[in-house]
Structures are given as C-alpha cells and as structure tokens.
C-alpha cells in the first residue's frame, strides 16, 4: 500500500490489508486533521477495508466531527461500504 497527502486530501494505492496499513493511515490523517476539519479520501483500487480503518474512520466522523468524503475506485469497496450503511457518514461515492 502506498499512501499521499495533500493539504487535505489522502490517496491510498493499493490493498488495505494488515495493521501497517492502519497505522500508516491514522499517521497520514492525523497529519491532516491538525490544520483542516474537512478530509478526502480517495481509495483509488482497494478491494476491501480492515475493521480497525473503519473504526478509526468511524471516530473521526462521530467523535472528533471531522467532515469526511471518501471515493473510492473499486466497485466491491463501495458495495462493501453500502452493506455496512456506512456510505453516508462516511459521504462514500463511487469514481
């Protein structure tokens, strides 16, 4: 998995698949969040998301009251996110 950020946008190449990965992500957002309330996510060809991820996302959007937006490039991640009625509190939309 590789990862970018930019003011406050976050790029994720790649599968979501161990605990790395969760860290590099809360690293990436953490980053983010000090200096913006607003975060983009593209996921550009995941084709799934680990439990710890949604949780943290999860906290950002209840918890902390981040506005989050994730797009996501792969048909199954989206569908994934719709099964879990997550797609509107996470403003998930498929590109």
Do not use: P
């Amino acid at each position: 998995m590789n990862m970018s950020t930019h003011v406050n946008t976050v790029t994720i190449e790649g599968n979501i698949k161990s605990i790395n990965d969760y860290q590099k992500i809360k690293k990436h957002i953490e980053e983010v969040i000090k200096n913006n309330k607003s975060v983009i996510i593209n996921i550009k060809d995941s084709i799934s998301i680990i439990s710890s991820v949604i949780g943290y996302l999860n906290k950002l959007v209840l918890k902390d009251k981040i506005d989050l937006h994730i797009n996501v490039g792969n048909a199954g991640l989206m569908e994934l996110f719709d099964d879990l009625n997550l797609s509107s509190l996470f403003n998930v939309k498929k590109v």
